[in-house]
């Protein structure tokens, strides 16, 4: 009997990217050790899209909802709360306000993030108690991953890219993250591969793609021009080992890459 596909989980995951220094950083947060998918990795923020991110009247709270479907909205809905959540960065403003709430206005909020964290208060309920209005066309599309049909666990993950607020204070959880930092693209890539860090398939070429970038300026440009192309990675057999396949089209600087022994 063959082995039934798992349906993949939509997911949304943020490219919070700042001007640092020494040039584009990107704000990367260390899995939880106990937790049971990406544990110890580095990763973005992000995660699942609960159900609670489709409620109808979340609509009343975005703005500009009528230029996304119910999927486009939900991402960028989950992208947002995943966001508050993990590193406290809340990409929403007063509905009496423009642009972004203050970091002061930010911190106020903090007690909620383990509370929706925990499932006790959802997005919705927080927006309307708190009178406030999200911004999903903050969030610039910048890679679509579907997890490769045979795996145990599959996520239908949608990655944006955004400019960190400049006053809000990024910051882990200390629950499904234990760590976190602003590293150069070059740096996670250099961790990866000395094996100091876990840096799984995809977040690796997505910071290879984000590396091309040397500014966030630039980096939100070439996320506006570039078509995301969806990649649904293809495991091929050769005679010198497993590798992954990639569409072409989808703008990384590889389509064929060997799987390192032991990882995925």
């Given at each position: 009997?063959?082995?039934?596909?798992?349906?993949?989980?939509?997911?949304?995951?943020?490219?919070?990217?700042?001007?640092?220094?020494?040039?584009?950083?990107?704000?990367?947060?260390?899995?939880?050790?106990?937790?049971?998918?990406?544990?110890?990795?580095?990763?973005?923020?992000?995660?699942?899209?609960?159900?609670?991110?489709?409620?109808?009247g979340i609509r009343l709270r975005c703005e500009n909802a009528s230029h996304f479907n119910e999927l486009e909205l939900a991402v960028r809905v989950g992208g947002i709360r995943e966001a508050f959540e993990e590193c406290?960065?809340?990409?929403?403003?007063?509905?009496?306000?423009?642009?972004?709430?203050?970091?002061?206005?930010?911190?106020?909020?903090?007690?909620?993030?383990?509370?929706?964290?925990?499932?006790?208060?959802?997005?919705?309920?927080?927006?309307?108690?708190?009178?406030?209005?999200?911004?999903?066309?903050?969030?610039?599309?910048?890679?679509?991953?579907?997890t490769p049909p045979l795996a145990p666990k599959r996520f239908d993950t949608y990655f944006f890219i955004i400019e960190a607020p400049a006053d809000h204070i990024a910051l882990h959880d200390g629950h499904e993250s234990?760590?976190?930092?602003?590293?150069?693209?070059?740096?996670?890539?250099?961790?990866?591969?000395?094996?100091?860090?876990?840096?799984?398939?995809?977040?690796?070429?997505?910071?290879?793609?984000?590396?091309?970038?040397?500014?966030?300026?630039?980096?939100?440009?070439?996320?506006?021009?570039?078509?995301?192309?969806?990649?649904?990675?293809?495991?091929?057999?050769?005679?010198?080992?497993?590798?992954?396949?990639?569409?072409?089209?989808?703008?990384?600087?590889?389509?064929?890459?060997?799987?390192?022994?032991?990882?995925?």
């Amino acid at each position: 009997m063959s082995k039934q596909h798992v349906t993949p989980v939509p997911a949304s995951t943020l490219m919070l990217v700042r001007d640092g220094d020494t040039g584009l950083e990107v704000f990367m947060v260390e899995r939880h050790h106990q937790i049971d998918f990406a544990t110890g990795a580095l990763v973005f923020p992000g995660g699942k899209v609960s159900k609670a991110d489709y409620e109808p009247g979340i609509r009343l709270r975005c703005e500009n909802a009528s230029h996304f479907n119910e999927l486009e909205l939900a991402v960028r809905v989950g992208g947002i709360r995943e966001a508050f959540e993990e590193c406290g960065v809340l990409l929403a403003h007063d509905a009496a306000g423009t642009g972004l709430v203050s970091a002061k206005r930010a911190l106020g909020l903090e007690h909620y993030r383990k509370k929706m964290v925990d499932g006790d208060v959802t997005m919705l309920e927080f927006l309307l108690k708190e009178d406030l209005i999200l911004l999903p066309e903050s969030l610039v599309p910048f890679a679509h991953w579907i997890t490769p049909p045979l795996a145990p666990k599959r996520f239908d993950t949608y990655f944006f890219i955004i400019e960190a607020p400049a006053d809000h204070i990024a910051l882990h959880d200390g629950h499904e993250s234990v760590d976190s930092e602003w590293l150069s693209p070059a740096r996670v890539v250099e961790e990866g591969d000395a094996g100091r860090r876990i840096v799984m398939f995809p977040t690796r070429l997505n910071i290879l793609k984000l590396g091309r970038s040397s500014t966030v300026a630039e980096a939100l440009a070439n996320a506006r021009a570039n078509r995301v192309v969806t990649v649904l990675p293809e495991m091929i057999k050769r005679e010198d080992g497993p590798y992954l396949k990639i569409p072409e089209e989808a703008g990384y600087d590889i389509s064929i890459y060997p799987v390192p022994a032991g990882r995925g």
